[in-house]
């Protein structure tokens, strides 16, 4: 059954979490008082979380979790909806798409790059870096809508079957998410431009790097679905 | 105290409702017994855990009520009950999953020898498929649903001799396994006769299925158990269990697809003589006479008019005691020998031409009217023009002072109660809605300010005039 | 309760956890209505939802009156009918429950229970209030557009939720379309806040397994919201593709009141098992903040330590990733593969399992307890007893070839009712009578209290343990009326007025709690800082109410668990989770006095 995509995200997210919990937890008897940095389990280190996971971090990763979830559950109605129909026509991907993906990744390397210019404390390929990254965004956008306005032009119309209704579907969910990560961007980008030091900008640009790598995955997998359906 | 009390007392008091109420599963008229006792099974088990959890906790409010010179016990776990109390539970689940799903087991897969009956649901109608000699329904599909095609028949062999049932009135020999292979037009519905335990939903797009082998002669009502719009409480039908030989003859009455199809329409000029009987009360054009308490007929569709001088025949209409009117219409319709015959009549009525009438009542608000109204527009259509597949007549034209009386009878039930009348008894549950006079009237007036197809046509020539 | 803050307390090196930076307006815009601080922002979901949940409430009476007393009010017509039960259910589950009890409770006590300054960020947080805001203004708007809401019932099953012949397929669906995306937008934000601050935020010696139950509660119950809720949105996406764009995701090829439509091929079923994705998942995001916060209460108010906490732990946890495979219980009768039948009904089964060891914990937590009947405990006790009522009735519904007779009948309403209305609703009001002497200073009037609860408690019960009894008798659900049904015997009809009288009742004493929120709030006893001298952080504030920042100087250090009430050798009931082991008191007086 193809709630199964869903099921094993998670499946996946459970058994991380539950792991994580049972290994704070076991042999734990909670109603034991203990002085605050005793240095047992008990004390500072019971399931509080390294000083690396951040509050910004953290809450990253949660919403790419509710992200995968939603991008989980649109795949697994596309399989379903496939399994379901008798009126499937799979549709011809076109050749852009190739391209558009090409812009992707390079966006995602070059946000990647402006992340390590952050960190460095270097301000001119920081600039350069979002700069390059969100104009190869902008692209990959652009290259989607064209793709649409070719699919359209062709007859390969969003009501004409579910094929094409799941292909604009999931590309529009894609590129919602992609404009959301813009608006971050362009945020960083603004308060460069007044004047903000790499440093003081480098929290959230690395998010947005993270964000990219993520939405590259998943660009990747839906990518990999409409081709190979 | 008072805590502990009321929870001995409505522990107990539960349960005792339960032996002593009066409400409980309606009678039993299907091979699953087994489904009962799985209800059974889980009524013991549970109401055992009810009260044993009930009486537990008013018996530990009461002994360990607050007490200022004790304290409570310190005990933050005990392993073996915590494993006692799982264990228990873990057996008691599944002594209920386990006959649960060997009776499913059965619930899914119908006997080889079972017969088959079709379920078409509909907005807001039951109809019903027979295979037919041949054992094989013919494909269907809604794509190829129409006027003369009610069932969506696909052209295929196996599919001309479908006997077709539009009434939703259905037989079914007792103690013959049947699966009921269940289909819809629209939306979802679900065919449901409680005594039969056995239900299941229908999905437009696809088949599902139910089976069971009715076991108690009887008659039963079949009733929508899945919302499907506004007069999903109004969805019912019947289903009689009958013997074998009573089913067989009931089944060879009804017509094939192919007889269906077979048959002549109806004959205008033949329809022409016969309605000059008609015409001493409905006028020769069908305008109607007031004063005679004659309705106008031109305007309605044939089909309705076929049904209502059906109705009128087999006495299902008009023979109600208070319906006086109506009781003298009847032997009029029965001047008409055979359906033959009143189709002719009903095609010949439906090319007369059609007038505009004026108000003869003033007592209704139709801005109040207009609201009730939506109710009704769900099956006559927002212009009160009339849908053939929810089988709402025309209302838009028709004379007020008969759409308030027969809305009054509705109400009182003087019309549309026999059990022939499949939507005449739709008709009452519906008109109920309408709670007092005022609101009857109401809707009249608001009908009477639908546009009338002739008035329409009226306005379209004048215009055209100015040009 | 004078004993609280004797002891020596030894706080967090400041700046530890404290790098928080909190905005501190000076307007009282800023700080009542633009607020970022989570205990505001806690108060205005809570009255939102309160509010909406009167409107619900109303449309509940308005259906009991139409049940109760068929074809009297020329009001309720069958689209009225249908559009009461559609905005009823709506409202309740989602716009009602899941945004008191996580962004109100939740905002309120996760921060202060966790001692953490604020939300992990508060921007966020505040946003999230007014993007709920937003969501039920645009509900509402919904029953003033043409044709008004929409009367699809809750699940907003297509083909009928787009279809001719239901009320509100104009503007009514779209707008609860556009209604619900916007909760789903501001929820995110919300939970992501409540599960980074839980995560991330608790202070120091505060471990995983020394929160507090309502944490845990309310912490699982986001993370599934946060799960699940996308299964919604991409169904009222695709269904709303189906509407406007003309694509069959969900619409198959049919007929519109005889008309043709344009859909062909689409799947309902592909929706259902979307919406139950989602929508079991809800039941438990109802559910688990109220497990929680019963534990807390039951525990404080018997002056017990909970019984279990790990297994309750534990519990919660696996029935949060059991409830995600157990949806298409919802389904048995559907049409869909009938073999699914034999799986979904193990999985619910499964499920039985630690819902029935938290009753049993609950119960035991009582027992040897010294339990003070206050009014938050005459609730929790209330709750126990409804919810072994509903959970058990969940039986007959889980096991699938029990549901064949009983679904769509009126014991499924019953049943969810019970479980999932009754039963939370009464933690809800609990809550508010156990935490408003910490939210406002002052204690609610007992008396009143007490009126509220037994009305509410016996009243709610005389509506839906009857109902059971019309779902064995086969009474469909979503009936604007039974007419003449042969099979339905003409005493239900009394049985319905009955009920119907009840849920009149039950509505008005709700006015007693109200007046009592009200009357209290300027003429009720001063409460202290630790009323009912309990444990969690949220009693050891400086201040009564917490001011922003929620606690004084420096974040309270954690030594023990919540729930050390009772223990052997220490002068006191109660050892607040901040005191160290150091600065307890020795129980001086005669030994053995402990029963």
């Not at chain 1, 809450?59 to 559950?73: C, E, I, K, M, R």
């Not at chain 2, 030989?245 to 033949?270: K, V």
């Not at chain 2, 009704?376 to 007549?393: D, E, L, M, S, W």
């Not at chain 3, 709303?240 to 069959?248: F, N, Y």
Request: glycine content about 8%.
């Amino acid at each position: 059954m193809s709630m199964t995509v869903s099921l094993v995200f998670l499946a996946v997210l459970m058994a991380v979490f539950g792991g994580w919990l049972f290994s704070h937890s076991v042999g734990v008897r909670p109603w034991e008082a203990q002085a605050a940095g005793s240095g047992q389990r008990q004390g500072l280190g019971g399931g509080q979380l390294p000083a690396a996971a951040t509050a910004p971090r953290v809450g990253l990763a949660v919403f790419l979790a509710v992200a995968t979830s939603l991008f989980a559950l649109t795949v697994s109605a596309y399989l379903m909806r496939q399994e379901m129909a008798h009126d499937w026509r799979p549709l011809a991907v076109p050749g852009l798409l190739w391209w558009n993906t090409a812009c992707l990744v390079l966006g995602s390397v070059a946000l990647q790059l402006a992340w390590q210019a952050a960190r460095r404390d270097q301000l001119p390929r920081l600039w350069r870096g979002l700069l390059v990254g969100g104009g190869f965004t902008i692209a990959f956008i652009l290259g989607q809508a064209l793709a649409w306005w070719q699919l359209q032009s062709g007859g390969i119309t969003l009501a004409a079957n579910p094929a094409n209704a799941f292909f604009f579907l999931l590309t529009a969910l894609h590129a919602v998410h992609l404009l959301g990560g813009l608006f971050a961007w362009s945020r960083s980008l603004f308060r460069l431009q007044q004047g903000a030091t790499p440093a003081a900008v480098r929290q959230s640009v690395e998010l947005c790097a993270l964000y990219w790598h993520f939405l590259l995955v998943v660009w990747g997998i839906l990518f990999a679905l409409l081709l190979m359906t | 105290m008072a805590m502990a009390i009321a929870v001995i007392v409505l522990a107990v008091g539960s349960v005792l409702f339960f032996f002593f109420s009066p409400w409980y599963l309606t009678p039993l008229a299907s091979n699953w017994g087994a489904i009962d006792d799985t209800i059974q099974i889980t009524l013991w088990v549970t109401g055992a855990v009810f009260l044993a959890v009930n009486l537990f906790l008013a018996y530990v409010i009461v002994r360990y009520r607050y007490n200022q010179r004790r304290r409570s016990q310190y005990d933050p776990e005990n392993k073996s009950l915590e494993l006692w109390l799982t264990g228990l539970t873990t057996l008691g689940i599944a002594g209920l999953l386990a006959p649960g799903l060997v009776v499913w087991a059965a619930f899914v897969s119908p006997p080889e020898d079972a017969h088959e009956v079709e379920v078409v649901g509909q907005q807001w109608h039951w109809s019903f498929r027979f295979p037919g000699e041949d054992g094989r329904f013919g494909s269907a599909h809604n794509r190829f649903i129409d006027e003369h095609n009610p069932f969506g028949l696909i052209d295929d062999p196996a599919g001309q001799d479908d006997i077709l049932i539009t009434a939703p009135h259905l037989l079914l020999p007792v103690d013959r396994p049947v699966k009921m292979v269940l289909r819809s037009k629209d939306v979802l519905h679900n065919v449901k006769v409680a005594n039969f335990r056995a239900k299941m939903d229908m999905v437009p797009g696809q088949t599902s299925y139910f089976w069971f082998t009715p076991t108690e002669l009887g008659e039963y009502e079949i009733v929508c158990a899945q919302l499907c719009g506004i007069a999903h409480f109004a969805m019912r039908g019947r289903v009689e269990v009958v013997e074998q030989a009573t089913f067989d003859a009931w089944l060879d009455d009804q017509l094939t697809y192919a007889e269906i199809a077979a048959r002549d329409p109806g004959n205008l000029e033949a329809g022409e003589s016969r309605y000059t009987s008609c015409a001493a009360c409905h006028g020769a054009e069908g305008q109607g006479n007031q004063a005679l308490n004659a309705p106008k007929l031109a305007g309605l569709d044939a089909w309705y008019l076929e049904r209502q001088l059906e109705l009128f025949r087999s006495g299902a209409r008009g023979t109600h005691e208070d319906d006086v009117l109506g009781q003298q219409m009847r032997p009029f319709a029965s001047m008409l020998p055979d359906r033959q015959a009143i189709a002719d009549v009903a095609a010949y009525i439906e090319t007369l031409p059609e007038r505009p009438l004026q108000a003869t009542l003033d007592a209704g608000d139709p801005e109040r009217g207009a609201r009730r109204y939506r109710t009704c527009a769900n099956c006559h259509g927002q212009q009160g023009q009339g849908i053939r597949a929810t089988n709402g007549p025309r209302l838009a034209g028709m004379p007020d002072w008969y759409l308030e009386r027969q809305l009054q009878n509705f109400r009182q039930g003087i019309r549309g109660r026999h059990r022939e009348d499949p939507y005449g008894n739709q008709m009452i549950e519906m008109a109920q809605v309408l709670v007092d006079d005022r609101a009857v009237s109401d809707v009249v007036a608001y009908i009477a300010t639908l546009p009338q197809p002739a008035m329409a046509v009226a306005a379209a020539n004048a215009r055209d005039g100015e040009e | 309760m004078a004993e609280h803050g004797q002891h020596s307390v030894q706080h967090a090196a400041a700046g530890e956890f404290d790098n928080m930076e909190l905005v501190h307006p000076k307007t009282f815009l800023g700080k009542y209505v633009w607020s970022q601080d989570a205990k505001v922002i806690a108060i205005q979901y809570g009255v939102t939802a309160i509010a909406i949940g009167l409107v619900a409430l109303v449309l509940s009476i308005l259906m009991r009156l139409q049940l109760g007393f068929p074809n009297t009010f020329s009001l309720i017509d069958p689209a009225s009918y249908l559009q009461y039960v559609t905005m009823h259910g709506m409202i309740m589950v989602v716009y009602l429950l899941t945004a008191l009890f996580l962004g109100a409770f939740g905002n309120y006590l996760i921060p202060l229970m966790c001692g953490a300054r604020d939300m992990a960020f508060p921007y966020l947080n505040m946003l999230s209030y007014w993007f709920y805001l937003a969501a039920v203004l645009i509900l509402m708007a919904s029953f003033f557009v043409p044709g008004g809401a929409t009367g699809a019932g809750w699940t907003l099953y297509p083909p009928q939720a787009i279809s001719p012949g239901t009320p509100g397929i104009d503007g009514g669906i779209l707008l609860m379309f556009a209604s619900l995306s916007v909760f789903i937008a501001g929820f995110t934000m919300g939970g992501l806040n409540y599960v980074v601050t839980v995560l991330q935020a608790r202070t120091r010696g505060m471990t995983l397994m020394r929160l507090p139950l309502t944490i845990w509660g309310i912490f699982m119950a986001t993370v599934m919201a946060l799960l699940a809720f996308p299964a919604l949105l991409v169904a009222i996406l695709m269904m709303l593709c189906d509407m406007l764009l003309g694509t069959s995701f969900f619409m198959p090829e049919m007929l519109n009141l005889g008309e043709p439509s344009a859909h062909e091929g689409g799947s309902p079923l592909l929706y259902q098992h979307l919406f139950w994705f989602f929508g079991h998942p809800e039941v438990y995001i109802v559910a688990l903040p109220a497990f929680g916060i019963v534990s807390d209460i039951l525990a404080t108010h018997a002056r017990k330590n909970i019984f279990g906490y790990r297994m309750m732990v534990w519990a919660i946890i696996i029935i949060a990733v059991l409830s995600f495979v157990v949806w298409a219980h919802h389904m048995f009768i559907s049409g869909m593969n009938p073999y699914f039948g034999f799986l979904f009904a193990t999985t619910t089964l499964i499920i039985a399992v630690p819902t029935a060891i938290k009753v049993y914990n609950w119960v035991l937590t009582l027992w040897r307890g010294n339990i003070r009947m206050t009014v938050p405990m005459l609730f929790a006790i209330g709750f126990i007893f409804t919810f072994v009522n509903g959970g058990l009735s969940g039986l007959f519904l889980g096991n699938v070839t029990v549901d064949v007779p009983l679904a769509d009948t009126y014991f499924v309403v019953g049943h969810f009712h019970m479980v999932m209305a009754v039963a939370p609703v009464l933690v809800v009001f609990g809550a508010i009578y156990h935490w408003y002497p910490k939210i406002t200073g002052r204690m609610l009037d007992d008396t009143l209290g007490k009126i509220h609860f037994w009305v509410t408690f016996l009243g709610t019960y005389a509506i839906f343990y009857p109902m059971h009894f019309m779902g064995f008798a086969g009474v469909p659900r979503r009936y604007y009326g039974y007419g003449e049904t042969s099979y339905i015997p003409d005493s239900m009809q009394a049985l319905n007025a009955f009920m119907s009288v009840a849920a009149i009742i039950v509505a008005l004493v709700q006015l007693v709690f109200f007046y009592n929120l009200v009357r209290s709030y300027f003429h009720g006893r001063e409460a202290g800082p630790n009323p009912w001298q309990a444990t969690t952080l949220e009693w050891q504030t400086e201040h009564t109410p917490p001011r922003h920042g929620n606690f004084g100087a420096e974040l309270p250090v954690v030594y023990r668990w919540a729930y050390d009430y009772g223990v052997p050798g220490a002068k006191h009931d109660f050892l607040p989770q901040n005191m160290p082991p150091e600065a307890v008191e020795a129980d001086d007086t005669v030994p053995g006095r402990r029963s």
